[in-house]
């Protein structure tokens, strides 16, 4: 199906405010105990709750309006809903909080093994909206999929060390910045290895 075109603002906000109402109203709840059918749930469980519904619709909304999902976007979902629904239902913050690494761990992971197959699967995953050599594609793969395993690590290590306020703050703005200066430094690649489509465009 092609994908069709949507007011860049409002693709924003329909991908980043769920993430930022979850900031928000984790915030707000934080110190706040719920009693829900005789069980005692922490606010970032009771934030956590709202957040998987508001995820699904922002996602459905996206798709309606451009009558496209990335592959990422899809797999995202499916471990928000799996991971954030365990925690909820086992009323345990940790499944929620593994969520990135194993997102991390699931894509870096799947660029590895295509590129032990000599294939870039991020040129698949990115629908070809980057125009590279295929050389470029192939350095691409091998950063992003480092970037990838780090960025798991780094989750790991903090969840396990530090509180949840860290770990809420770290998710919210410090993983959405480390990727934004990642592909920032990697102007050169893209320069270097751009097609002529890139040059045009």
């Not at 954030?84 to 499944?95: A, E, K």
Request: glycine share 10%; with cysteine; proline share 2%.
């Amino acid at each position: 199906m092609e994908q069709r075109q949507v007011n860049p603002m409002l693709k924003t906000a329909l991908e980043f405010g769920p993430i930022l109402g979850f900031f928000a109203a984790y915030l707000w709840l934080k110190d706040r105990i719920f009693v829900i059918g005789g069980t005692e749930y922490e606010g970032f469980i009771v934030v956590t709750a709202g957040f998987i519904p508001l995820f699904l619709v922002c996602m459905g909304a996206l798709w309606a309006l451009t009558g496209h999902l990335s592959r990422m976007q899809v797999v995202t979902a499916v471990l928000i809903v799996v991971f954030g629904g365990l925690s909820v239902w086992l009323n345990d913050d940790r499944f929620f909080k593994m969520k990135p690494t194993l997102i991390y761990l699931l894509f870096g992971g799947a660029l590895a093994i295509g590129l032990m197959r000599g294939e870039s699967w991020l040129q698949y995953v990115m629908d070809g909206l980057v125009p590279l050599q295929r050389e470029g594609w192939m350095i691409l793969t091998k950063r992003v999929a480092g970037f990838f395993l780090l960025l798991a690590v780094l989750n790991e290590v903090i969840w396990r060390t530090m509180d949840t306020e860290v770990w809420v703050y770290f998710k919210t703005f410090g993983l959405t910045v480390a990727i934004f200066l990642f592909f920032m430094f990697q102007g050169g690649l893209f320069k270097q290895y751009g097609t002529q489509d890139a040059d045009e465009e």
